[in-house]
């Protein structure tokens, strides 16, 4: 644990009730220690209440959030702050983003192409069948699935993934506690090969409040958001609605106009979501390479050898088939920007020229 | 009949196998007479073969046709042309339009305003539903629905129309080969308020490749066409090209993915084609003012007061609420042109404030 990975997660302790006010601070604050230290009037002057004011620089934060991360290691969790090299590019493009995110399973999985598949928690065995097969679909050829472990929809989005590669949960309450309860096994499934993350203290409660920031989480990893079936006026839309504030793709899959669960999607299409069919029509919208390198994949086949730029191809020489190099590594070797390397490695691992391992480490695959 | 009719009948009889001919000679010969009486070399230059060229001014082919217009008033059926005033104003849009019309029942029903309902004639119960619904909506609320007769979608659109107000069945046959044969029904209950027509001789047979001809005359007559169902490949699609060449807006209704009958459609909606959910959908790709006024109708309701425009208004002042007006008699009375007279009579007739009679009468609605 960096003293920065403590200080982010003592403010969100601090502030994770109170999106707007966190995001302020973060703003403010670039380093959350100076948050820490801030004099009490210039945080009430940021907004914040006397009482919050007060705690943030206080000994019992600290110690509370000493306590949280030594809870986390003794889950096996690790914690994924706005500091860290590998926080979620895409995620930390949106306006309010989570400074924290509690994570349980594989970190790196938050780092592959991901595309959301949400819907209905109560969907028509077509809205749960097509879930399960385009999740499985997308993961098999490298596409992390994102969605909410909800009932229905999102349940099937995560089974089927499972089948073909690695999906993530994100939750609306802590990591400690899943909900709903029969979803534990679920859970503990997609944290073996994916991740299940929560910007949320362990123990909170499921919270209606909670979900509208859950699903701005699910958007802001996704490149973007399939909804399979969706009522007219229902949280699915509200999730569609966000993933275009954040600019990410808002796609559909349509149903008989006669199924009221197939309303909300075909109403999306009207207003111009993109109609999926099936994974390619998810490609399709992707942004290239990945585009290009999921198109020309085919299922059960090895990938085909890939045509890799100059920058993937530099990198790639750097890389070892046998042992795997971490990314600090390969910074120090190139001239790239985090940023840029980071891009460079997501391309040449949906070309299949390179395997990511735990600890945000490549090798070539062989 | 007047001689121009018998001309037209004529040509039609001698050309109708050829269509590109046909379209040649029309265009060339604004007045069918004329192409009747052209010196062979003439025709010739025009490509005809030396038999049909002889036949065109042959004494035989004007008793053909004489006799042909007497079995069409046997059998109570009569004659458009494009020299006739009520020959539909957006069928005369097209490259290639029919130079007559073979029409069983009332011939103003080509007058009103269309909208093409067709699909697959093997649909699942969920497409024969859509039509039949989809078709009365509309026909309850004065549009007229066209469509080819066929098994599956076509019939049911016809069925439902019937339900609510008038349609048009277009064949690829002769009216006296009615084809599907059990269909000679359903041919009679919809030439009882509004027109089975088609362009062939009253004995042609239906042959495959007159269905292509018939599709075009679908489109031809109609503000849009709608798909219902339709697999991948299916004559469907190929009529939704037509409407595209036409003009023509060009919709679908989505359907399940897992459906091989709504490939067809969903491809067509990814390709651009409005989304149809119900009749609304379609009346917002309407041209003003047939959209303002189908929206404004409530169902079941008498339609409200319509706000007519300064030509409409002036239109429907010189029509008498009893005694019908023949349209020659307006068009004394007015300052317009035929076509400009006739946009203002439909826009008068969708707004509620107007009705057509027989003969291209009209009547201020009471």
């Not at 220690?33 to 620089?57: K, Q, S, W, Y």
């Not at 089927?160 to 590669?165: H, K, N, Q, S, T």
């Not at 973007?224 to 569609?240: F, M």
């Not at 990410?248 to 999926?276: C, F, H, W, Y």
Request: net charge negative; glycine share 10%; proline share 7%.
């Amino acid at each position: 644990m960096s003293g920065q990975q403590l200080s982010y997660l003592a403010l969100n302790l601090a502030l994770y009730d109170n999106l707007a006010l966190l995001s302020r601070a973060v703003a403010r604050y670039p380093d959350p220690a100076e948050a820490l230290a801030a004099p009490v009037p210039e945080l009430r002057a940021l907004g914040f209440e006397e009482d919050r004011a007060r705690r943030l620089g206080s000994r019992g934060l600290l110690e509370a959030a000493e306590k949280e991360f030594d809870r986390l290691g003794e889950n096996g969790y690790s914690l994924v702050t706005l500091g860290d090299v590998d926080y979620p590019f895409l995620l930390r493009e949106i306006f309010d983003p989570p400074c924290v995110l509690y994570c349980h399973g594989r970190r790196e999985a938050l780092g592959g192409p991901a595309v959301a598949v949400v819907g209905s928690r109560t969907p028509t065995p077509y809205g749960r069948a097509v879930a399960e097969r385009l999740a499985e679909d997308l993961a098999s050829r490298g596409v992390v699935v994102v969605s909410g472990l909800a009932l229905g929809v999102d349940s099937a989005a995560h089974w089927g993934a499972l089948r073909g590669g690695r999906t993530v949960a994100v939750l609306g309450s802590g990591l400690n506690m899943v909900y709903p309860k029969e979803h534990e096994k679920l859970s503990a499934r997609v944290a073996e090969s994916g991740a299940v993350v929560s910007e949320f203290p362990l123990d909170t409660s499921p919270l209606a409040q909670n979900f509208p920031r859950r699903n701005r989480v699910i958007s802001g990893l996704s490149l973007g958001l399939v909804v399979v079936e969706a009522a007219e006026r229902s949280g699915s839309l509200i999730s569609a609605g966000l993933a275009l504030e954040h600019g990410r793709e808002v796609m559909a899959v349509p149903g008989n106009i006669t199924s009221g669960r197939s309303r909300g999607t075909n109403a999306l299409i009207k207003d111009g979501a993109k109609l999926v069919e099936g994974w390619e029509d998810v490609a399709q919208e992707m942004p290239e390479p990945l585009r290009s390198g999921l198109l020309a994949q085919r299922p059960g086949e090895t990938p085909p050898l890939p045509l890799l730029t100059d920058a993937e191809e530099a990198v790639w020489k750097t890389l070892k088939p046998d042992v795997p190099t971490p990314l600090d590594a390969l910074l120090e070797e190139s001239a790239m920007s985090v940023s840029e390397l980071l891009a460079v490695l997501l391309s040449l691992e949906i070309k299949g020229a390179v395997v990511q391992h735990p600890g945000k480490a490549y090798r070539r695959r062989m």
